[in-house]
């Protein structure tokens, strides 16, 4: 947390809760200079972004030519994959494989999702499933830990299974639903970078009881030098290159692929809703609608008053939170009373425990640095 006065941004609601937001004279804060800087260089909602697509998307295709596939995406039923998957198909005229990942939290609404998009775009589904026994003990660890990002283990197996499936089919475009639109505002002082595998390795030698036998770990160095440079791997985030409206996105998705929402960012996941309502407000103090709102406030998606009455509603549905702690408890096999100790005990820098963060870190900067950030 940081140490100086409370102050919220006069543009955006992000505020110090974010512990490495500064100000300018004006009271408008670093992430909206960072989303401006954005403009015109990688978030590119217009003509030329669409230009840009085009060409992508010839590559794409080329790429792909002779083969079953010439793309493959992650699909967790959630509004930003599942429409990558849609516009991947109707306006791409693409031949995407989803890939699923299912670490044992889809939500019901996710499942029926996937199963109505993939049948409704005519596209083949891999589907995943992580070893349950395997993945309860690395979350359960993670919680002992007493960290922020506990969506490390889900994040870090979701991306290894699917840039490892792509590799093994021989396919080297990946599609991604990240964007600037909906996800411009992240604070790095919020959590950690879920791809570090010696932070997942080095957690659960601590915590853990058993063995990660079968868990997909990709290492580091997998992820900067093996599949983009040996493997010749290329991440595309097309909605940073059209007008991508997350309201407007959901009603086609309903009317077109019988789509169903499930009540906020992320939630398609039971426990990354736990996480993101109750974890971090409760523990942390971090309050990510601040983030997903101010985000969609920068993109002029909805307005700063609504945003701030956005804010005054409960972060987690009162009448599900008491049920949805006993679930999560249950299904990672912690008494009553063991939980509320982990919910009550201090919590932790993921620098107290193994990382390459300085990696992560130099890394970071030489992106900002090669984007002229």
């Not at 005519?122 to 969506?151: C, H, P």
């Not at 079968?214 to 599949?227: E, M, N, Q, R």
């Not at 906020?264 to 736990?274: I, P, Q």
Request: hydrophobic share 40%; with cysteine; charged share 25%.
């Amino acid at each position: 947390m940081t140490n100086q006065p409370y102050q919220m941004c006069v543009r955006c609601i992000m505020d110090t809760s974010d512990p490495d937001i500064t100000f300018d004279e004006e009271g408008v804060c670093s992430h909206c200079h960072a989303f401006d800087e954005t403009v015109g260089k990688t978030w590119l909602p217009n003509d030329e972004g669409r230009r840009i697509l085009t060409g992508l998307i010839a590559d794409i295709k080329k790429a792909g030519e002779g083969k079953e596939y010439d793309c493959a995406l992650g699909l967790s039923g959630g509004v930003d994959s599942s429409y990558l998957a849609y516009l991947a198909v109707k306006d791409f005229g693409l031949r995407p494989l989803a890939v699923h990942v299912d670490g044992g939290w889809n939500s019901p609404e996710a499942v029926r999702n996937i199963e109505n998009i993939v049948k409704a775009l005519g596209i083949d589904l891999f589907t995943y499933v992580i070893d349950w026994d395997e993945m309860r003990d690395l979350q359960a660890s993670f919680l002992k830990a007493g960290v922020a990002n506990q969506d490390t283990p889900q994040d870090h197996a979701f991306f290894a299974k699917l840039f490892e499936f792509a590799v093994k089919n021989d396919i080297k475009y990946v599609l991604s639903g990240h964007n600037i639109a909906t996800e411009s505002v992240l604070p790095t002082g919020w959590g950690y970078n879920p791809r570090d595998d010696r932070q997942i390795k080095g957690i659960h030698k601590r915590f853990g009881t058993g063995k990660l036998k079968t868990f997909p770990i990709a290492s580091i160095f997998k992820y900067f030098i093996y599949f983009p440079h040996i493997k010749g791997m290329k991440v595309i985030n097309p909605l940073n290159y059209v007008p991508y409206n997350k309201a407007a996105a959901m009603e086609v998705l309903k009317s077109e692929l019988g789509w169903q929402y499930y009540g906020g960012k992320h939630f398609e996941s039971r426990f990354t809703k736990f996480f993101q309502a109750y974890w971090l407000p409760e523990k942390f103090g971090f309050d990510k609608r601040r983030a997903h709102l101010s985000s969609l406030i920068l993109s002029d998606q909805i307005s700063r008053e609504d945003a701030l009455t956005e804010m005054e509603k409960p972060a987690y549905p009162l009448d599900q939170l008491e049920e949805d702690k006993e679930f999560i408890r249950k299904k990672l096999g912690f008494t009553a009373d063991a939980f509320e100790a982990l919910m009550a005990a201090p919590t932790h820098s993921h620098l107290e425990y193994p990382s390459y963060v300085w990696l992560v870190n130099l890394r970071r900067k030489f992106r900002r640095w090669r984007n002229g950030e």
